[in-house]
């Protein structure tokens, strides 16, 4: 890991990116408009964006079709295109500091995170994507003697891909790798907030040898250029993932235009369950720590809602208190920061108004609190617990993304899958029992679409990631995630 004053070296010598990419080059937005990209821990302008909006979309969805049509991507052979892929991993790897850096400047999250979870994610979900579609086989339908019936995976054609800013890349790469390891054409519309890094992994996949047109990328608004893909009436596929609010939208723009097939991967508020007979009550602290202040507690997956029985309340909050320690606000280019800048001063109202909420609702401030804002000092929260809470309570109930811990207690394992159940996500959860029954019967009954038991996030490429509820349908990575990005055609032959 490079010094603090090495990274800030290297990002003083960094070139941006900044135009939208269609077509294999790089071009400004036909409007000529742009937007500022800010840096969150100093407030200061890192460059000048393109500005997609209709008619930048409608270039960039044309010149996809025409590419898918011609074959120069979705003709090749499972094999070809894995090898194409792997090239793009592999100049990734080789680009690695400069990818994690543009993603730490643009979203303002700490360099430690980057370099060790967003980069080697992103190039792991590019080398096994490409790894596993020569592997995908069809089938042979059991029919009488004189037929054959053929079952097969057909790429669907154009994939929009609207992508949310707190991993920039790495979700980027959930949506990218399967879709263009099943041959379509891809545009990608990065989020506003930290669209940088993106435009640079266009470029490489370019170098890798990804044929001119295949991957496009729009930089810009989600009500211009998020709204204009989603309207589209040539975009076979929809793949977002981002707020609950913004997903329902998208599926009313899909019923609006052509009822192209639409997966979100949508809000969160995951809840974790601590029972009194998992034993190391230190572990399980740090744990709850990490699963609400990493990245700042900008995670779809963050467990927010904490639930505690309640012999163990008093231990286990001594214990939590010290390890928020560890993720004080500070210089995310610095290697020991744990807890960086949130991505913009709306997002840090945003956290400001729900920790008030929580105050006024009678919620305790254990750590943290409302935070004290000084302009150009970049857009920092104290790590933030809140106990007394209760299921009743807004702050509780509503996705904050943000580093803001509810604390709340239950008194037998029916209450608490109660409480994890009352809400309107289904993300993740995670459950912490020494009992291997209990960790099995909890695990089946909280409605969740992952549940971590005695740990969090955990999971690789083999494992699918989504949810339930309001958390939204279809999965990223695993086998499953190409299955969003093809069609099944089935042919019957009459021998």
């Known amino acids: 890991m490079k010094t603090k004053a090495e990274w800030q070296s290297l990002s003083d010598s960094l070139t941006f990116r900044n135009q939208a990419y269609v077509g294999g080059r790089f071009q400004p937005a036909v409007s000529g408009e742009t937007f500022s990209s800010i840096n969150p821990a100093n407030e200061q302008v890192l460059t000048e964006v393109a500005s997609c909006d209709q008619e930048d979309v409608d270039l960039a969805v044309s010149v996809a079709r025409q590419t898918f049509n011609s074959g120069a991507w979705s003709g090749k052979s499972p094999a070809e295109r894995k090898a194409v892929l792997l090239r793009l991993a592999d100049l990734m790897d080789r680009h690695r500091d400069e990818l994690a850096l543009t993603d730490t400047l643009d979203m303002g999250k700490s360099i430690h995170e980057t370099v060790n979870i967003d980069l080697p994610d992103s190039i792991d979900c590019f080398r096994w994507t490409a790894e596993s579609i020569d592997k995908v086989y069809g089938e042979i339908a059991p029919t009488g003697n004189d037929t054959l019936g053929l079952i097969s995976h057909e790429p669907v054609g154009v994939v929009a891909a609207i992508t949310p800013w707190n991993y920039p890349l790495m979700m980027a790469s959930w949506k990218l790798a399967p879709a263009l390891a099943a041959g379509n054409s891809v545009i990608l519309k990065p989020s506003e907030k930290s669209p940088l890094s993106v435009l640079r992994l266009a470029e490489l996949a370019t170098e890798a040898g990804l044929p001119d047109g295949v991957l496009n990328v729009v930089p810009g608004y989600g009500h211009t250029a998020g709204k204009a893909l989603a309207l589209h009436k040539d975009v076979n ?147 933030t617990i809140m106990d007394g809470a209760n299921n009743d309570m807004r702050f509780v109930q509503e996705e904050i993304f943000g580093p803001v811990l509810a604390v709340c207690e239950f008194g037998d394992e029916d209450q608490a899958i109660e409480l994890a159940n009352d809400n309107p996500y289904g993300l993740g959860a995670s459950v912490w029992t020494d009992n291997l029954s209990r960790a099995h019967r909890v695990s089946r009954k909280i409605q969740s679409g992952m549940v971590w038991v005695n740990g969090w996030g955990g999971g690789d490429s083999t494992m699918p990631f989504g949810g339930v509820k309001a958390s939204g349908n279809g999965r990223d990575k695993s086998l499953h995630s190409i299955e969003k990005y093809t069609d099944l055609k089935t042919v019957w032959i009459s021998l």
């Not at 009822?259 to 949508?266: D, I, N, S």
């Not at 928020?324 to 800048?341: E, I, S, V």
């Not at 305790?364 to 857009?379: K, N, Q």
């Open 237 to 383: 596929v929809l793949a977002f993932t981002g707020s609950s609010r913004v997903g329902g939208m998208l599926m009313e723009y899909a019923g609006q235009s052509n009822l192209k097939k639409v997966w979100l991967e949508a809000g969160g508020k995951s809840p974790m369950v601590v029972f009194d007979d998992y034993s190391d009550i230190r572990k399980a602290a740090q744990t709850a720590a990490a699963a609400i202040f990493s990245n700042q507690g900008e995670v779809c997956i963050a467990c927010s809602r904490l639930y505690l029985q309640r012999s163990i309340k008093d231990q286990f909050l001594a214990e939590l208190k010290e390890a928020a320690k560890t993720y004080q606000g500070g210089d995310p280019l610095d290697p020991d920061t744990r807890m960086g800048a949130l991505v913009d001063k709306a997002q840090l109202d945003t956290v400001s108004r729900y920790i008030q909420s929580a105050i006024d609702d009678g919620a305790t401030v254990l750590t943290g609190g409302v935070p004290d804002y000084l302009e150009g000092r970049g857009y920092f929260v104290e790590p």
